[in-house]
């Protein structure tokens, strides 16, 4: 016999009587692991590309406000204090009195800390060979690179204008003459006491322009768009020191007392 609708409302409301508002319990610990779990994979995407020189930054100013940084004896230069030490050099150092800008630059990106210095007061144009100024301002980063254990890269960077006449003979295009003149640094840096297996001598002629965005993608318009005029040229020529972040090797162990032979 088919219940009576005043028998189907009595068994409803008192269904709804034995029922708990809201969500289920297991509902709420679903909600929480989902959330961990994306909080996780956001945490690996920042990891990614994360700064080493800005997560030190951040770490050792988080230590000084609960007071558990630690100075150890003997301790080399760490990424944050190289970064440190180059902004001082360069706050001593006066403006280019033609364009307002220093002649170094200091950047840091998850490659390391990169100290810029223009090719205007690096090299003459189209040659190798350092300026006397570019010396002084080397004598100055040397103390740096000593106190510190990082592999060093040095990087040449040249505009977009190609070799002509007589250079051609010696540099046929800016790959080697980026690359010559990173070498010239080298040779320079293992003059003043720089042990030679920490450094590196690279070339990356005009397809690394000074201002290209990280996001931005190197094309034959994008060089052009960023040696459009002198100033940007200017700019671009120019060498750069990078204290390079450990890359799963492990920091250098060697000494400035090694000999050539002890290989």
Do not use: C
């Not at 890269?153 to 540099?171: I, R």
């Amino acid at each position: 016999m088919a219940a009576t609708p005043q028998e189907r409302k009595k068994f409803i409301n008192k269904g709804m009587s034995l029922v708990e508002e809201g969500l289920p319990g297991w509902f709420g610990t679903f909600a929480d692991m989902m959330t961990l779990l994306f909080a996780f994979f956001v945490l690996l995407a920042a990891i990614s590309t994360i700064d080493p020189v800005k997560l030190q930054n951040m770490a050792d100013g988080m230590g000084k406000s609960v007071g558990k940084k630690e100075e150890l004896d003997n301790q080399a230069m760490s990424l944050g204090d190289i970064e440190k030490a180059a902004q001082e050099m360069i706050e001593e150092m006066a403006a280019d009195p033609t364009t307002g800008e220093k002649p170094v630059e200091v950047t840091t990106s998850p490659k390391g800390v990169t100290i810029g210095i223009s090719s205007d007061i690096s090299f003459q144009s189209g040659s190798a060979e350092t300026k006397p100024e570019f010396l002084d301002i080397l004598k100055k980063i040397i103390p740096t690179v000593q106190e510190s254990y990082f592999q060093i890269a040095v990087e040449g960077h040249t505009d977009s204008d190609q070799m002509v006449g007589a250079m051609l003979k010696q540099y046929p295009s800016n790959w080697e003459l980026s690359s010559a003149r990173a070498s010239a640094v080298v040779r320079l840096m293992i003059g003043l006491n720089v042990t030679p297996i920490r450094l590196e001598a690279v070339g990356y002629g005009e397809f690394v322009p000074r201002d290209k965005k990280n996001t931005e993608v190197i094309s034959t318009d994008l060089i052009q768009k960023y040696n459009s005029n002198p100033q940007q040229k200017a700019r671009n020529r120019r060498v750069e020191i990078t204290f390079l972040a450990p890359r799963g090797g492990g920091p250098y162990k060697g000494t400035q007392e090694e000999e050539p032979g002890d290989k």
